[in-house]
């Protein structure tokens, strides 16, 4: 799928197969965001059978089957929630449904995978971090920017290596693609999004507590705004949020709408890691007027300088992770507190933002 659209891109490396299909068998529930078809590659990849799917669109499930023709369609989200068998449920539906659905889905005990941002109120989070303690179900969140990208897989396994000794600090950017009018009305209300720094934002705070090794951070300032789409006036094409970490390593990103058409990717994706012993940069999606693919690492440390080209070599290991923690009551692809956590900081930017109200000159 085309890297220049990212409400459909859907990412695929290679994965380790941890089971047979009919061992882990899924349901999926709300077809809103193509982000589903990359959840669902990735966990099938991983041996995991795409089983049933239900939105209320039919035109999306014809689309999703075609896809995926082992997942059976149902007429009801309670048919597929019924079915005893399905042992966790997909979804990237509307924002504002993601935490009411997976409420649901544990109500019938099942785990539950998200896409971002999995919430838009902190009540959302409440409830969810409530149910997964009364249940002990996992309720994962695809956090895919790193996730899914293989450079910033590789990032963390060197991080974890000591290749840049101990992370001081990580500076994230997240630009997108609009593609305005090709997103879907919902899009555009705050309430039913939550706002950039929930949405895009959530990428960059999950990271930076995955490299830092962080189990909590403070958001000292954020800010977000409308600067050139009024006919959207609910909408953030910008933000950015700086934090500390209990451990004190400190945090920059910044998220925006405004990629150019002539990008050859949805966003100039990158990060910097900053090291006692070195430093790592990621050009997550493209490497700019160099080569139009992405998953490239710079590496430099106290032995020199080094390039990596990443794509195909990495993988995406979090999902046969995820498969073996739901079967095994583990938690080796993520954890609960940390998948939370992701989400507790980025509403907490998004409620606390400062909004720039002052269109640039230039």
């Known amino acids: ?10 990412p ?18 709300g077809l809103d965001h193509g982000h589903i078809h990359g959840m669902c590659h990735g966990l099938q990849d991983a041996g995991a059978g795409i089983a049933a799917v239900y939105d209320p669109d039919p035109e999306k499930v014809e689309a999703f089957v ?3 023709p082992s997942a059976k369609p149902v007429r009801a989200e309670e048919e ?18 993601r935490g ?5 889905v544990m109500d019938h005990g099942k785990h539950y995978f998200s896409d971002k941002a999995p919430f838009t109120t902190l009540d959302q989070l409440a409830a969810a ?13 695809c956090y895919s920017e790193r996730l899914q990208n ?17 992370v001081l600090q990580v500076i994230g950017m997240g630009p997108h693609r609009l593609s305005a009018k090709d997103r879907p009305d919902w899009f555009f209300v705050r309430e039913r999004y939550g706002g950039i720094l929930i949405d895009i934002g959530s990428h960059q705070v999950e990271q930076f507590l995955h490299y830092t090794g962080a189990a909590d951070a403070r958001v000292l300032h954020s800010k977000v705004a ?4 009024p006919e959207h006036p609910e909408l953030d094409d910008f933000g950015d949020a700086t934090l500390v970490a209990d451990n004190g390593a400190t945090n920059y990103f910044r998220v925006d709408w405004f990629t150019p058409d002539g990008l050859s990717a949805w966003g100039d994706g990158r990060a910097f890691i900053l090291g006692t012993d070195g430093f790592i940069e990621l050009r997550k999606n493209t490497d700019l007027a160099r080569q139009q693919e992405g998953d490239q690492l710079y590496l430099a440390n106290q032995s020199g300088e080094q390039h990596f080209s990443v794509r195909g070599k990495v993988g995406f290991p979090y999902f046969g992770k995820l498969i073996l923690d739901c079967l095994n009551g583990t938690e080796q692809a993520m954890t609960q507190a940390h998948t939370f956590k992701a989400a507790e900081l980025s509403l907490i930017a998004q409620r606390d933002a400062e909004h720039v109200t002052t269109t640039p000159v230039g």
């Open 1 to 10: 799928m085309s890297s220049a659209n990212g409400m459909n891109y859907a």
């Open 12 to 29: 695929r490396a290679q994965s380790a197969r941890v089971v047979e299909p009919q061992e882990f068998p899924v349901g999926v529930i």
């Open 66 to 68: 075609g896809e995926f």
């Open 80 to 97: 597929l929630l019924e079915q005893p068998e399905l042992l966790m449920v997909a979804s990237a539906a509307v924002p504002a449904d």
């Open 100 to 104: 009411p659905l997976g409420i649901r």
């Open 129 to 141: 971090r409530k149910q997964t303690e009364s249940t002990g179900l996992i309720w994962a969140v």
């Open 150 to 166: 293989e450079s910033a897989v590789f990032a963390g396994q060197l991080i974890e290596d000591g290749a840049i000794g101990t």
């Open 226 to 229: 409308n600067y050139a789409h």
